[in-house]
Every structure is written in C-alpha cells, then in structure tokens.
C-alpha cells in the first residue's frame, strides 16, 4: 500500500505551502549509517532495521528506537531518517524499523515485528554499543501507538512471539 509517503504528502500539501521542502536525505557527516540490517525472518522473507550512531570513544550510548506511521498498513522505516540522523548528532543509538503492515500480516504480527527488532537490539547491545538501561522507543502517528502499545504489553504472554530471541 502507497497510500501515504513522503512524496505523496509532500505533493499534496505544497499546494497550500509551495514554500515548502522535503527534508534533505543527504548523509550528515560523523552520522555512520548501518542500512538494512536483517533483524528477522518471518514468513520467508527478511525484515530490516537501520541504525544510527556517532564514535563516542567506545561508550555506551541510550538507545532511541522510531517507528514510522502510516495508518498500519502504509510508509516505511525510512520516513525515520531525518529524525534518527539528527538524534545521532547529539549521541542517541538511533534505530528506524521496517515491520509488516497489515496488508501482508494482520494484527498483532505488526508489535511481534517490533518487539522481535526490540529483542535483536539488546542481543547486539555489546556490539552496538548501546545501554540497554536507557532505551526509548517513540513513533509518528500509527507508529506512536505501537510504540505504546509495546510499552504497556511488557511480558504480556498473549504478546510475546515464540520468535527469534525469545530468551532475551
């Protein structure tokens, strides 16, 4: 489903406000980007998640994890992009997480989806270098509520997937 994009929106509301500009999607210098990381595979197919970080002399740093909107079965992770570089700048581990709309797999597989992605990161913390004691996870619209969604289920058996990492 296409329904809602970056340049669908874009192109709808520049009619109203043709001063605006879809942000610039240009790489910042000192952001390291890890593109498509396989953080799952469900259902014969790989689902990704992007990271990113700034060199903080090997500390750990707080984990900030976004989650795009889209009416649950529309956008991707990359609607995150602008948000995850800027907070990279001011030393968050950012992570922007592709999970399945509801086209593809009906509810709740969207929330399994991301607390797998959730599982996968505290697997990879020594990696990554991220502190697990200061994680946040936020989301723009659809994304906002499943980001709340994932905070109010914790250890909620009817929301735990049997999946990848479920020792974590």
Do not use: M
Request: charged share 25%.
């Amino acid at each position: 489903d296409t329904s809602f994009t970056i340049n669908s929106a874009y192109e709808k509301e520049k009619k109203s406000f043709p001063f605006i500009e879809i942000a610039n999607n240009d790489s910042i210098e000192g952001v390291n980007v890890d593109n498509n990381l396989v953080y799952s595979k469900t259902n014969g197919r790989d689902l990704h998640l992007d990271v990113y970080s700034i060199e903080i002399n090997n500390l750990k740093s707080p984990l900030v994890i976004l989650i795009h909107g889209g009416g649950w079965r529309s956008g991707d992770r990359h609607q995150q992009s602008e948000l995850a570089k800027a907070l990279a700048l001011r030393g968050y581990i950012t992570v922007t997480v592709e999970y399945r709309l509801s086209p593809e797999a009906k509810y709740p597989a969207a929330i399994f989806d991301l607390k797998t992605a959730v599982r996968f990161l505290k697997n990879n913390s020594e990696k990554l270098n991220i502190d697990t004691n200061k994680v946040a996870i936020l989301g723009c619209s659809s994304g906002g509520h499943l980001a709340s969604f994932i905070g109010v289920t914790n250890q909620l058996k009817s929301f735990e997937s049997e999946g990848e990492y479920s020792n974590n």
